[in-house]
């Protein structure tokens, strides 16, 4: 016990480390069941905590470097999840942990173009009607260049809403867009509400899956669509060491001369080795009561689709 | 007993993992290979990044870090400040007092050049990538310096200030970081102060960096009454032309 006193930093160090998986245990007793934050293990109180000051620091660059991480492929990501979802006009979409607002955008061009493409077809069978019908029907048309549709974008962090907010000013994007500030695991909306639910590199960070899936299903119409966007597992032996070594060795880098921020980017590539492969989050997405659940995989499993139907 | 070596032994196991000092982050040697050269490219890309001039010091310090160390172990001045460890914070510091002290003394330019430049030193960025405690210290000394430097040197903060202050701490450090601060830094100046540069002030930082002993041997905490005349001298400081 002497030697526990001695002032020898050295010591001290080590014996600082033995201290501290002494406090956890304790604190582990009074603030809830043990959960994971990257490599570290952590109460669900201090994981929620922690998640919501990484985004809190990161959402200024977050696009920024998710460009710079990517190389910009997570954009083309994004557009095959918009184009497997295939939104018709009148859709309206939930999308959750949306925070920068990069499915909402998409998905409101998306639908953008399908109802141009809708009036055009119309506008070639009244090639026979006069002008002055013509132009009267399009001042019909013209207040519903979206066709009804909605996406509502949640998310946890003001921070990330901010920037998603500022980002729909400066784009221009104004019409069938709401902002809303939830909890993946505590929806604030109405049971069977949405025809489409997306959460784009969302679910990662989300401390209880379980819950945000049954959400997921409360939330969504009979016949709605969940969608889920998220880094997965490769199963390519050298691809996967290629990837090991492109995530722990460049991308902190990149956050630390991007953003000037180490340890949330070492959190990211922590908390991808972390989360559940393609069938286990199958099974998930079952559990949760979802049916006709399928995976797609990107690049080999660097990314992957899960989707699942509420019947 | 055996349950403490037990749990001394699991720390050595996750020794690379280990914090040597708070806010340190272990790396690979291609981790910072990439983070020098990342912060190189960025630093002069945006000068206001000043976290990348820092950390390009952290990560390409590991021959002239020791070197400084070694100096500084082999000074009794500089000993002491080993073993002591002083910090230069605004909390450390009793402005009021060093206001108080009359004009030329260290301690009164120093407070006038914090208030006429308006900077502060608890600004400098704690290190994080150096992998050995005492050399951590070190290069927080050296940047806690700095802007005594300034007062020294008699030079604002502007850029032009900053190019001859890194001459002369290449000079005194031998530290890359400097090297490359001196060498690029006056890629962003007009032509007319570039000549005031090469003819009249970056000589003289040589010369005074070449003839100076080392800047961190010195107690400045304890010598805020001297008068900042009789420290260049006593230093080895050319006046500033």
């Not at chain 1, 519903?144 to 909605?150: I, R």
């Not at chain 1, 722990?248 to 953003?259: D, K, R, S, Y």
């Not at chain 2, 990538?129 to 806690?144: C, K, P, S, T, W």
């Amino acid at each position: 016990m002497a030697a526990a006193l001695c002032p020898c930093r050295a010591v001290l160090a080590r014996r600082g480390g033995a201290l501290r998986a002494l406090c956890g245990s304790v604190r582990g007793l009074a603030a809830g069941p043990e959960t994971h934050f990257g490599f570290q293990t952590v109460t669900e109180a201090e994981r929620r905590e922690k998640i919501y000051q990484v985004f809190e620091s990161v959402a200024k660059k977050y696009d920024v470097m998710n460009d710079s991480m990517t190389l910009g492929i997570h954009r083309v990501w994004k557009d095959i999840l918009v184009h497997k979802m295939n939104p018709s006009p009148g859709t309206l979409l939930l999308d959750v942990a949306g925070g920068t607002g990069d499915i909402a955008f998409r998905f409101i061009n998306y639908v953008r173009s399908v109802r141009e493409r809708q009036l055009q077809r119309k506008l070639k069978h009244h090639q026979n009607l006069s002008w002055q019908e013509i132009s009267e029907s399009y001042q019909e048309d013209k207040s519903k260049s979206l066709g009804d549709s909605q996406v509502v974008v949640c998310d946890i962090n003001k921070e990330m809403l901010k920037v998603g907010k500022q980002k729909a000013q400066h784009l221009g994007y104004s019409e069938g867009l709401s902002w809303v500030l939830g909890n993946a695991e505590e929806l604030p909306f109405d049971d069977d509400m949405f025809d489409v639910y997306t959460i784009a590199f969302g679910i990662r960070n989300v401390t209880r899956i379980d819950l945000a899936l049954q959400e997921a299903y409360r939330v969504l119409k009979p016949g709605g669509r969940f969608l889920c966007l998220e880094f997965s597992h490769v199963s390519n032996p050298l691809l996967s060491r290629l990837y090991d070594l492109y995530s722990f060795q460049v991308i902190p880098v990149l956050g630390e001369v991007i953003a000037g921020d180490w340890k949330s980017y070492q959190y990211l590539v922590e908390s991808i080795r972390r989360f559940p492969p393609q069938e286990e989050l199958k099974a998930m997405i079952e559990d949760a009561g979802f049916f006709k659940v399928d995976y797609q995989n990107l690049n080999s499993g660097i990314v992957a689709i899960h989707s699942g139907f509420k019947l | 007993r055996g349950g403490e070596e037990e749990k001394e032994e699991e720390e050595e196991e996750e020794e690379g993992c280990y914090r040597l000092y708070p806010g340190h982050i272990p790396t690979s040697p291609l981790q910072k290979a990439l983070l020098a050269a990342g912060s190189a490219f960025m630093a002069l890309y945006d000068p206001y990044r000043h976290d990348m001039v820092a950390v390009l010091g952290e990560t390409t310090g590991c021959l002239a870090l020791p070197n400084l160390r070694d100096k500084m172990k082999h000074h009794p001045e500089g000993y002491r400040i080993l073993q002591e460890r002083p910090r230069i914070r605004l909390s450390t510091l009793d402005m009021a007092r060093l206001r108080g002290l009359p004009d030329g003394t260290l301690g009164r330019e120093y407070v006038r050049f914090l208030e006429d430049n308006k900077v502060s030193p608890d600004t400098r960025m704690p290190p994080k990538f150096v992998d050995d405690e005492e050399l951590a210290y070190v290069i927080q000394r050296y940047r806690e310096v700095h802007d005594l430097m300034h007062t020294l040197l008699g030079m604002p903060t502007n850029m032009l200030g900053e190019v001859v202050v890194k001459w002369f701490e290449a000079i005194q450090t031998g530290l890359p970081m400097c090297v490359l601060g001196a060498a690029f830094g006056p890629v962003r100046l007009s032509t007319r102060k570039l000549q005031v540069l090469a003819t009249e002030l970056v000589p003289w930082a040589i010369r005074s960096g070449r003839n100076a002993s080392c800047i961190l041997n010195v107690y400045y905490e304890q010598r805020w009454e001297q008068p900042v005349e009789s420290l260049r001298e006593e230093i080895g400081i050319f006046p500033p032309p």
